[in-house]
């Protein structure tokens, strides 16, 4: 119980070896401090673990009926909004939609670099057809034995796995997977934050290793917030993470207001031209007509939804959080989204001149590197010797 005394009392001391794992993880992430080669296998490796134990788990009985649920869908899940703030998640999770990732290692591409160009849709098949075969195993339907949550990668699919033949071989495959794929989320997000961080610091507080020792400094700090959840009651603090931090809510919010910002204040049109202007064509008019209306209505709809829908945290389906467990949840996803409203007014009031003289110097691009920008008004691809480079503006 979160409440019970002694929950966090001593746990660090009589669980070094738990404390050990993140500690390592973080270690090992920080000596990757140059990503570069090393994703080439991290984020490689994986699927081949996963058509390996695909193969392995459709020869498994049972394994037709996990991917048969797997593919069926329940169309009564539609109406509740967890459902679609959970498949929200899934997207933007899987495409490092609204965590500045993108943006940040975009930022090392080449000017002419081509921008305009599933792998959950593939590893379900792997999950499911193993959670059907645990379910035969059980004599239990699937929908009893897959869980949602950590439980599914942490409890029930090495369940499974214990019960196949050659059991530790799989298990380690498994496990192995699970940390390269953290470790290739711990580089996108760590880089996403430490490349905006130090773009943000003028040329002249530049030193040597000035990126590896802001790396090592933001694991540090992870790994002290990743401490609260080895200790006994950090099956209690993780789920407040999860639901609250890393939610699609905080995501949908970004997001909308990144596509109001980049389609209404910014300008579709300009923007079209500056992607037409770095790979040679125009796209799609239909991706415009996304990001004015479509996805700032889709996200904003699923948000209020969400919102009039919230249902308060529940653990293992038994354990109800208290009020100020409740406000220390919320606590994460605010953080973030009150900036978006904060920022604005704050600018404001530091702008010199009339409202719409401030409005108007925040909301100007600024060009940096090379005044000649005739190649923003033509389809031609600049060359790398004359890139120019747009540098956000206030808003």
């Given at each position: 119980n979160l409440l019970s005394p002694g929950c966090f009392n001593n746990s660090l001391l009589r669980r070094v070896e738990v404390a050990s794992c993140p500690s390592q993880a973080f270690i090992l992430r920080?000596?990757?401090?140059?990503?570069?080669?090393?994703?080439?296998?991290?984020?490689?490796?994986?699927?081949?673990?996963?058509?390996?134990?695909?193969?392995?788990?459709?020869?498994?009985?049972?394994?037709?009926?996990?991917?048969?649920?797997?593919?069926?869908?329940?169309?009564?899940?539609?109406?509740?909004?967890?459902?679609?703030?959970?498949?929200?998640?899934?997207?933007?999770?899987?495409?490092?939609?609204?965590?500045?990732?993108?943006?940040?290692?975009?930022?090392?591409?080449?000017?002419?670099?081509?921008?305009?160009?599933?792998?959950?849709?593939?590893?379900?098949?792997?999950?499911?057809?193993?959670?059907?075969?645990?379910?035969?195993?059980?004599?239990?339907?699937i929908s009893k034995v897959a869980e949602s949550g950590p439980g599914l990668a942490f409890i029930a699919y090495p369940r499974a796995v214990t019960l196949m033949p050659v059991a530790p071989l799989w298990a380690a495959l498994l496990f192995f997977m699970l940390l390269l794929l953290g470790l290739d989320s711990q580089f996108v997000g760590v880089e996403g934050f430490i490349t905006g961080l130090l773009d943000l610091l003028p040329a002249s507080y530049y030193f040597r290793f000035q990126r590896e020792i802001s790396v090592a400094l933001c694991c540090a700090l992870l790994f002290v917030i990743d401490l609260s959840m080895v200790t006994d009651g950090g099956m209690y603090v993780f789920p407040l993470f999860d639901y609250y931090s890393s939610s699609g809510t905080t995501l949908l919010w970004q997001a909308f207001w990144e596509c109001v910002v980049m389609a209404w204040v910014y300008g579709a049109d300009r923007f079209t031209d500056d992607i037409a202007c770095m790979i040679g064509y125009r796209r799609c008019p239909w991706m415009?007509?996304?990001?004015?209306?479509?996805?700032?209505?889709?996200?904003?709809?699923?948000?209020?939804f969400n919102i009039v829908y919230y249902e308060l945290l529940v653990y293992n389906n038994t354990y109800v959080y208290p009020w100020w467990g409740e406000a220390i949840g919320w606590a994460f996803p605010l953080s973030s989204m009150l900036c978006v409203l904060l920022h604005l007014p704050c600018c404001l009031l530091r702008a010199k001149g009339t409202m719409a003289e401030c409005w108007q110097h925040l909301t100007q691009p600024i060009w940096a590197q090379d005044e000649d920008v005739r190649g923003l008004t033509n389809l031609t691809p600049v060359s790398e010797s004359s890139k120019v480079v747009v540098v956000e503006s206030v808003m």
């Open positions: 920080s000596l990757c401090s140059w990503p570069g080669a090393i994703v080439y296998f991290t984020a490689t490796f994986p699927y081949v673990v996963l058509v390996v134990l695909l193969v392995r788990g459709v020869l498994l009985p049972g394994a037709l009926d996990g991917i048969i649920y797997y593919l069926k869908p329940d169309w009564s899940k539609l109406g509740s909004p967890q459902v679609w703030t959970d498949a929200g998640t899934q997207i933007f999770f899987s495409y490092a939609i609204g965590l500045g990732a993108l943006t940040a290692l975009g930022s090392y591409n080449h000017f002419n670099n081509n921008c305009y160009n599933g792998t959950s849709f593939f590893a379900g098949f792997v999950v499911f057809s193993i959670l059907g075969f645990m379910a035969a195993e059980q004599g239990m339907h415009k007509w996304c990001s004015s209306f479509f996805t700032p209505l889709v996200c904003m709809g699923i948000f209020i």
